[in-house]
């Protein structure tokens, strides 16, 4: 009865450093009529959160839904505030015990708007700074084999890669100022 069910999602990239949508495209079978649920853990956090989940939908998640811009309260008043960057633990469970799926997703959004403005500032005569553009592409590099890490489940390779392309871009602005 459960080989039916397959759960298959995929974490949209928005380019929003508030949400994150998680994409269901899962065949629920004999599950279509049973709860699911979407787990999920920040980085940094030791607790995972738990949702009921949207089957066949876009479920988006900001900083009220995950409750880390209200932590009392009704929350009507407070501001949406930027997710953390870091690695995601994302589970999407059917109604049936032992029947999940995970996935890790490495968020970049912040860093990449920081990636960004440094471009934009320093980057202007970029035909006479090969040495920016080779610092700047070794950066965009580690960042791209930290995403391909988290997407293959190596979540400790996927944040060693990503702070060392942060921990290079602080450099580099840094020793300009």
Known sequence: MNQKINLDFHI???GSPRIISIY???DWE?????PSYLVIKI???KKDKTFSFKKEGINTLNSHNLGLSCLKGNCQ???YV???DGIYTITVKSGYEGIEATKFYLKTDRF???FAKVLIKYGFEYDKNQDFINYMTKIKF????AKSHAILGDFVNSQRYFEEAKQLLKNYVNKLM
């Open 12 to 14: 949209l990239e928005t």
């Open 24 to 26: 269901d495209n899962s």
């Open 82 to 84: 930027d997710l953390p």
């Open 43 to 45: 980085p940094g956090s």
């Open 77 to 79: 008043e407070e501001e």
């Open 142 to 145: 580690l960042v791209d084999v």
């Open 112 to 114: 990449d708007i920081e």
């Open 30 to 34: 004999y599950a279509e009529d049973l």
